[in-house]
């Protein structure tokens, strides 16, 4: 953070953590955002991060695109659910 930067990109910095962890992390994320003034780009599979701190999002299934938005419209997009939970999955937590 001391050379300023403009975009911090992280690849799956929740890997292996546990609900409380990923909660501060998330916390800890919107905290560095906020101050530095940053882009966050992040490669997540932990869907509560991803949704707690993204405003807009593009959902990967086999490294083809299946939907981009807000995270509202991410977590109510059928083919995301589909895809990350399986048929008859209804919300995204």
């Known amino acids: 953070m001391a050379s ?3 975009v911090l990109l992280l690849d799956e910095p929740a ?3 546990n609900p409380s962890e990923v909660r501060a992390l998330t916390d800890f994320l919107l905290e560095i955002r906020r101050r530095f003034d940053l882009t ?3 490669i997540e ?3 509560r991060l991803a949704m ?3 405003e807009r999002l ?3 299934d086999f490294g083809e695109v299946i939907a981009e938005g807000t995270p509202n419209e991410i977590r109510n997009d059928p083919r995301v ?3 990350y ?3 008859g999955s209804e919300r995204l937590q």
């Open 85 to 87: 939970l399986g048929r």
């Open 15 to 17: 890997a292996g953590m």
């Open 4 to 6: 300023g930067p403009k």
């Open 45 to 47: 599979h932990q869907m």
């Open 81 to 83: 659910v589909e895809a």
């Open 52 to 54: 707690g701190i993204c």
């Open 40 to 42: 966050i780009l992040l």
């Open 58 to 60: 593009v959902v990967l």
